[in-house]
């Protein structure tokens, strides 16, 4: 028999231990041939010297856990000490860099394919990285993933997520409300992906006092950004002029993502994309890395998949165009010739 006292000083004993002790409590009925005393930043352990080495493997796990996501609910231990078993710390090992960082009750959020692993890597040696690709791919979510796992290591002061206000087929200026409600549809997807990682009253403090920043891509001009992780969204719709002002932006400590999808331009027709020109003008320069994602990242429903693949080979086939509507002929038309 065996005894052990474990200083537990990062975490405050009601995150770790629940309202009237409901975590601790399930904690024990993980480890019944332990007997566990909790008091204040120290726990007591008494029982055979292996089974309290396990349990401070699996406490190592839940403390990491905490420092990354903020919180411990109950789903997030039994998701890591339930159903994962004895092994959960060698297959998180093994999962390498798949694992971005853990989002709210246990979800587990990492890289799903090749080339989302390859943004994982890229940003890691690289100070800015492009990521072009269709819809569904998980431009904008690995991204946003790997700010917030940043953000939680300390290697940035903030996050800032941007987007060009422009209308797909919609008038914005009839929407109801001040510009701040009427932006914030478009800033929408990058809110549902923060929702996903960071619990709702921490980002709600982190957006209060703007470690977290949503804005339009407006907003950026005039700007220094440093020690942040920068990204912007829907770069296809950037001006020419718009993209080299946000690229300049771009201060001491910074990493930039940009993403884009070439075939979804909203930008009216005459007005020429930012994203072709700048992919043409980083080319070759040292620090920025650019990774193409395709139908095969595809991570939404199967039918998002086929959608794609049908779409790519429309665009490639011109026997499948129609032909050129020829317009009714007018009169007024033939009289101003």
Same mark, same amino acid.
């Given at each position: 028999?065996?005894?052990?006292?474990?200083?537990?000083?990062?975490?405050?004993?009601?995150?770790? !231990?629940?309202?009237?002790?409901?975590?601790?409590?399930?904690?024990?009925? !993980?480890?019944?041939?332990?007997?566990?005393?909790? $008091?204040? *930043?120290?726990?007591?352990?008494?029982?055979?010297?292996?089974?309290?080495?396990?349990?401070?493997?699996?406490?190592?796990?839940?403390?990491?856990? *905490?420092?990354?996501?903020?919180?411990? #609910?109950?789903?997030?231990? =039994?998701?890591?000490?339930?159903?994962?078993?004895?092994?959960?710390?060698?297959?998180?090992?093994?999962?390498?860099?798949?694992?971005?960082?853990?989002?709210?009750? @246990?979800?587990?959020?990492?890289?799903?394919?090749?080339?989302? $692993?390859?943004?994982?890597?890229?940003?890691?040696?690289?100070?800015?990285?492009?990521?072009?690709?269709?819809?569904?791919?998980?431009?904008?979510?690995?991204?946003?993933?790997?700010?917030?796992?940043?953000?939680?290591?300390?290697?940035?002061?903030?996050?800032?997520?941007?987007?060009?206000?422009?209308?797909?087929?919609?008038?914005?200026?009839?929407?109801?409300?001040?510009?701040? =409600?009427?932006?914030?549809? !478009?800033?929408?997807?990058?809110?549902?992906?923060?929702?996903?990682?960071?619990?709702?009253?921490?980002?709600?403090? *982190?957006?209060?006092?703007?470690?977290?920043?949503?804005? %339009?891509?407006?907003?950026?001009?005039?700007?220094?950004?440093?020690?942040?992780?920068?990204?912007?969204?829907?770069?296809?719709?950037?001006?020419?002029?718009?993209?080299?002002?946000?690229?300049? $932006?771009?201060?001491?400590?910074?990493?930039?993502?940009?993403? @884009?999808?070439? #075939?979804?331009?909203?930008?009216?027709?005459?007005?020429? #994309?930012?994203?072709?020109?700048?992919?043409?003008?980083?080319? @070759?320069?040292?620090?920025?890395?650019?990774? !193409?994602?395709?139908?095969?990242?595809?991570? $939404?429903?199967?039918?998002?998949?086929?959608?794609?693949?049908?779409?790519?080979?429309?665009?490639?086939?011109? #026997?499948?165009?129609?032909?050129?509507?020829?317009? %009714?002929?007018?009169?007024?038309?033939?009289?101003?010739?």
């Amino acid at each position: 028999m065996s005894e052990k006292i474990i200083a537990v000083e990062s975490v405050e004993p009601v995150e770790l !231990y629940g309202v009237n002790d409901h975590k601790l409590n399930l904690l024990k009925k !993980y480890f019944p041939k332990l007997r566990i005393v909790a $008091r204040g *930043y120290s726990i007591k352990l008494i029982g055979d010297e292996a089974e309290i080495e396990r349990f401070e493997k699996k406490l190592e796990l839940l403390v990491d856990y *905490y420092h990354k996501n903020g919180v411990l #609910s109950e789903n997030a231990i =039994e998701r890591l000490l339930g159903q994962a078993g004895d092994n959960i710390i060698e297959k998180l090992e093994d999962a390498g860099n798949d694992v971005i960082v853990f989002g709210n009750s @246990g979800m587990v959020i990492k890289a799903k394919t090749p080339n989302q $692993r390859k943004m994982v890597d890229g940003i890691m040696k690289n100070d800015m990285l492009f990521a072009v690709g269709p819809a569904g791919t998980g431009k904008t979510y690995t991204a946003v993933a790997l700010a917030v796992r940043a953000l939680k290591n300390k290697e940035v002061k903030r996050i800032i997520l941007t987007r060009p206000a422009v209308e797909a087929g919609e008038n914005l200026g009839f929407l109801p409300g001040d510009l701040k =409600e009427k932006l914030d549809p !478009y800033l929408q997807p990058l809110y549902d992906a923060l929702y996903d990682m960071i619990p709702m009253d921490k980002l709600n403090q *982190y957006l209060e006092t703007k470690v977290i920043q949503i804005a %339009p891509l407006a907003f950026m001009r005039g700007r220094t950004l440093d020690n942040a992780f920068v990204i912007l969204d829907e770069a296809q719709n950037t001006t020419e002029s718009q993209m080299k002002m946000f690229l300049t $932006r771009m201060g001491a400590s910074a990493k930039f993502i940009i993403t @884009g999808d070439g #075939s979804q331009v909203d930008l009216p027709r005459n007005q020429p #994309s930012g994203l072709p020109q700048a992919l043409r003008i980083v080319k @070759g320069i040292k620090g920025i890395e650019v990774i !193409y994602l395709d139908g095969s990242d595809v991570i $939404r429903h199967r039918l998002v998949k086929e959608i794609v693949a049908k779409y790519d080979t429309m665009l490639h086939d011109t #026997s499948n165009k129609p032909p050129v509507e020829k317009r %009714p002929y007018h009169k007024k038309e033939e009289e101003k010739k």
